[in-house]
Structure formats: structure tokens, C-alpha cells
């Protein structure tokens, strides 16, 4: 619980700031008087602010956001509220935010996600360049998990293990990363596996359908031979005297073919002693211990104990680095995919494609940080990335409390040559607000739904 809370803190602190931080830097580039730069909504924390030159800087009582305060000549009410009430400071008349351009008052607005985004390209552009791109090299299915199978993907339990996928939407594909990228990225109607022989299987599966389209990217599994990568000191293997590049033949007597094998029998085997048939350099050995136990996530999102050695599996991967400028290239692929598929997400869910259920607020979030940052600090990072994708996209949405809204308003001034009214942005900007207070309410209690069914089910 711990490492949840602090690993959300950590994720929204620095997401928010960094948004922020794009809003004043661009603003103290233009030249607009900032009166306050603030983590959180509404009035300060008088013990968590100070201020330097002409701005304060504070962290501010409602923790779901942030905003820079600029000096206007009209206070609208509602954004007044959230920015902790009118400031009285005298500000020169030219340093006001209305006093400014148009285009430069739109890059203001707009520096904000560009932070967002530009976060995210560079931490997938560092990953890449510290782990290079780790490619499993194998197109053969391993098995298919029938519960994860969406409607529309059923002719998935069609394909055999062993059988080999050579293409996604006619496009040949070598690598497992590939199958997987084209499944959940192709932006065609539907998708047709090509598998060796020339049989194809065709998945009725819109192109918005982003969770179903991700389900069938987990329902398929690779093939992957039952062989011990590393052994988890202490652990049931340890103590069976299992060793790295052993090969499990059997368990309790059935033989495994694939690493699933394993998976599969040990799931039951709770606490209990096993017989272990394994081959080595110096031929077969047979040897046991009593198992070990673990709380895994199943299929359904929720947590069930299962039995486990304490192996991990060796797969066929294959580590290539990358140039500086390839893993430049590697993470703004990445930034790319990612806003492509937040965006048919929100698409999907404007279309009633993407279930309401689906959405997730910071309970969700926090739970995800922490089974990242439990994973290592890569994961981690990555996972900040997606969200700071998700962050700059939805604040594009042109709702008038958020940046996209704000732009909307900007742009009918260029075209008008002349502001909207303060009272119709004041209503449009309070319709706004209650647009995000109640997806917010929604979101929240989704989270509290997931929380209550993992209690019931544990």
C-alpha cells in the first residue's frame, strides 16, 4: 500500500509540474506578469509557499492538478476559484495575458502538453537507448487463453500450438514485437492473421475497440520451451536443486512440452510436495521439493494464490542496440503509437465502442504505479511516459476548463478579431467544470467498483 501511494505521488507530482512548468516558462517567454506557480487547485498552503521576484510558488489544498496564475484584466469567476481567488497586485498593462498576441497567448496555452509530450518522447527515447530493442524471436503460438478472447477474436481457438503466424493484414511479420505491434496498432477495419500453409484467420475487431484489440494481442502467447532461465534464491527450486539452462520434462509425471505446462500444473500446487524430472548437460535427473506460493493478478483483474518453483523461463530474445539517433527515432515511435491509441480510445468511448467501465481514475492509476515501480524503475518510467501521453491528450480535449478549450477560445478571437464575452466564457467554462467533475465522479467510482468485486472475489 505504501509503495502505491508513494508511486502515484510520485507519478501526478511530476506529470503535474511538468505541465506546469511548460504553461510559465512559455508565459515568462512571452513576457505575461505570473502571480502564482501552484501544484494542486484552489488557495495555497501557507507553509508549503514562497515566492521569488514577482511569483509565488506554492502547493495548494485540492490535489487534482496545478495551475499558473497570470495576471488578466478579467477575473472569470470560475477560474478565479480554482486559482485561490483575485490577485492584487499592480501589473503593468502591457505584461497582462490579454495584452500579448494571439499566437503567443496560443503557445502558452499550448506548452503545457508539449511538455507533456515532450517528457514522454525523451524518456522512450532513453529507454531505447539504454536497453536497445529486445526482440523474441519466435512467430510460432504457444497456446491461446480463451478467457482473455474478445467477441469478434473467437476464431483465435482455431489455431494449433506450433502453428506459425507469418503476417498481420498481409504484412509479413518475424518477430513476436511485430505480431503484437501490428495487432494493436494497425489502424485497418479488422485483422487477418496469415499463418504457414496459407490459412488465414480473420478477427471481426473495430478499429476503436482498443481494449478488445490489446485482449487479443494477451489472448495469444508464444511459444516457449519449459527452460529455466535463473533461480530465485530460497526458493522451492532452489532447494530442488534446480539450476539455470535445466530443461522440466515433467512434473508429478506429465511431461511438459512448453513452459505454459508448467504454469498450468503448479497453479494448484499450493504448498505441496512435487516431483521433478529435469534435463541437464550430464543427462536426467529426478529430484523434489515442496512448493512455494504467490498472489498473481488472473484474468479477470483480480488476485488469486498460486503454487510456484521460483524459476523464471529463458526465452528466444534477441538484444539489439540502438545509434543515438535510432533510439530518437525508437521513442518517438513510441510517442506516436501511444497518442494513437489514447486518442481511439477517447474515439472509442465517444462512440460507445470503449465500455464507460473501462475508465479509470487515481485509484487505478496508483494501483498501475505501483505494480510498475514493484516491476523496477524501466517499467516505471515507461508507465509515467503513457501517462503523460494520456495527460496531454485528454487536456487537448476542447472542453473549456482544459487547454483545449482555452485554445478554442483563442482561435474564434483570431477569427472574430476580437474576444468572446467574458460572460459567455464564464458559462462555457462552467459547463466545462461540471463536464470534468462529473468524468471525474464516474472515474472514481469505477476505481471503487474494481476495489469492491477484488474484495468480494479474494
Known amino acids: 500500500m505504501l509503495i502505491t501511494i508513494l508511486s502515484l505521488l510520485v507519478v501526478l507530482g511530476v506529470l503535474i509540474f511538468i505541465h506546469e512548468a511548460g504553461h510559465f516558462?512559455?508565459?515568462?517567454?512571452?513576457?505575461?506578469?505570473?502571480?502564482?506557480?501552484?501544484?494542486?487547485?484552489?488557495?495555497?498552503?501557507?507553509?508549503?509557499?514562497?515566492?521569488?521576484?514577482?511569483?509565488?510558488?506554492?502547493?495548494?489544498?485540492?490535489?487534482?492538478?496545478?495551475?499558473?496564475?497570470?495576471?488578466?484584466?478579467?477575473?472569470?469567476?470560475?477560474?478565479?476559484?480554482?486559482?485561490?481567488?483575485?490577485?492584487?497586485?499592480?501589473?503593468?498593462?502591457?505584461?497582462?495575458?490579454?495584452?500579448?498576441?494571439?499566437?503567443?497567448?496560443m503557445v502558452?496555452?499550448?506548452?503545457?502538453?508539449?511538455?507533456?509530450?515532450?517528457?514522454?518522447?525523451?524518456?522512450?527515447?532513453?529507454?531505447?537507448?539504454?536497453?536497445?530493442?529486445?526482440?523474441?524471436?519466435?512467430?510460432?503460438?504457444?497456446?491461446?487463453?480463451?478467457?482473455?478472447?474478445?467477441?469478434?477474436?473467437?476464431?483465435?481457438?482455431?489455431?494449433?500450438?506450433?502453428?506459425?503466424?507469418?503476417?498481420?493484414?498481409?504484412?509479413?511479420?518475424?518477430?513476436?514485437?511485430g505480431i503484437v505491434e501490428a495487432m494493436q496498432n494497425t489502424g485497418d477495419a479488422g485483422i487477418v492473421l496469415g499463418l504457414e500453409g496459407g490459412r488465414e484467420i480473420a478477427l471481426d475487431v473495430h478499429v476503436d475497440a482498443m481494449r478488445e484489440r490489446l485482449l487479443i494481442s494477451q489472448a495469444i502467447q508464444p511459444w516457449r520451451l519449459p527452460v529455466v532461465d535463473s533461480v530465485v534464491p530460497g526458493s522451492a527450486?532452489?532447494?530442488?536443486?534446480?539450476?539455470?539452462?535445466?530443461?522440466?520434462?515433467?512434473?508429478?509425471?506429465?511431461?511438459?512440452?512448453?513452459?505454459?505446462?508448467?504454469?498450468?500444473?503448479?497453479?494448484?500446487k499450493r504448498l505441496e510436495p512435487v516431483r521433478l524430472s529435469v534435463g541437464r548437460a550430464g543427462g536426467r535427473i529426478e529430484t523434489g521439493a515442496v512448493t512455494d506460493t504467490m498472489?498473481?493478478?488472473?484474468?479477470?483483474?483480480?488476485?488469486?494464490?498460486?503454487?510456484?518453483?521460483?524459476?523464471?523461463?529463458?526465452?528466444?530474445?534477441?538484444?539489439?542496440?540502438y545509434s543515438f539517433a535510432g533510439a530518437l527515432g525508437a521513442g518517438w515511435r513510441q510517442t506516436v503509437d501511444a497518442s494513437k491509441q489514447i486518442g481511439r480510445t477517447v474515439r472509442g468511448l465517444l462512440s460507445g465502442r470503449v465500455a464507460g467501465r473501462e475508465l479509470g481514475g487515481p485509484i487505478l492509476i496508483g494501483q498501475l504505479a505501483g505494480q510498475t515501480a514493484r516491476m523496477g524503475l524501466e517499467p516505471f518510467l515507461a508507465f509515467m511516459a503513457l501517462i503523460s501521453v494520456n495527460l496531454a491528450i485528454l487536456n487537448l480535449l476542447p472542453i473549456p476548463v482544459l487547454d483545449g478549450g482555452q485554445f478554442l477560445f483563442l482561435l474564434a478571437e483570431g477569427v472574430l478579431r476580437r474576444p468572446l464575452s467574458l460572460k459567455v466564457r464564464e458559462r462555457l467554462t462552467a459547463v466545462g467544470l461540471i463536464l470534468i467533475v462529473m468524468l471525474m465522479v464516474f472515474a472514481f467510482s469505477n476505481d471503487i467498483r474494481r476495489v469492491i468485486e477484488a474484495w468480494g472475489q479474494g
Open 295 to 321: 498472489s498473481v493478478p488472473d484474468t479477470a483483474g483480480l488476485t488469486r494464490t498460486v503454487g510456484i518453483l521460483g524459476v523464471t523461463n529463458r526465452l528466444n530474445v534477441r538484444v539489439e542496440p
Open 108 to 177: 502558452v496555452i499550448l506548452a503545457g502538453v508539449t511538455m507533456n509530450f515532450l517528457f514522454a518522447y525523451l524518456v522512450y527515447s532513453g529507454l531505447a537507448l539504454s536497453g536497445g530493442e529486445r526482440i523474441e524471436v519466435e512467430t510460432r503460438l504457444g497456446r491461446v487463453v480463451p478467457e482473455l478472447v474478445p467477441p469478434g477474436g473467437e476464431a483465435l481457438t482455431t489455431i494449433q500450438p506450433g502453428e506459425r503466424i507469418v503476417s498481420v493484414n498481409g504484412e509479413p511479420v518475424e518477430s513476436w514485437n
Open 25 to 105: 516558462i512559455a508565459a515568462k517567454w512571452a513576457g505575461i506578469y505570473v502571480h502564482r506557480f501552484s501544484l494542486g487547485l484552489g488557495s495555497p498552503v501557507k507553509a508549503l509557499t514562497f515566492r521569488r521576484g514577482e511569483t509565488e510558488y506554492s502547493v495548494s489544498w485540492l490535489p487534482l492538478g496545478g495551475y499558473v496564475k497570470m495576471a488578466s484584466r478579467e477575473e472569470e469567476a470560475t477560474s478565479a476559484a480554482l486559482e485561490g481567488g483575485p490577485e492584487q497586485a499592480d501589473v503593468p498593462p502591457d505584461r497582462v495575458f490579454e495584452a500579448k498576441p494571439v499566437w503567443k497567448r
Open 237 to 268: 527450486a532452489e532447494r530442488a536443486g534446480l539450476q539455470a539452462g535445466d530443461t522440466l520434462l515433467a512434473v508429478d509425471g506429465r511431461p511438459m512440452t512448453q513452459w505454459y505446462d508448467l504454469l498450468d500444473v503448479m497453479r494448484d
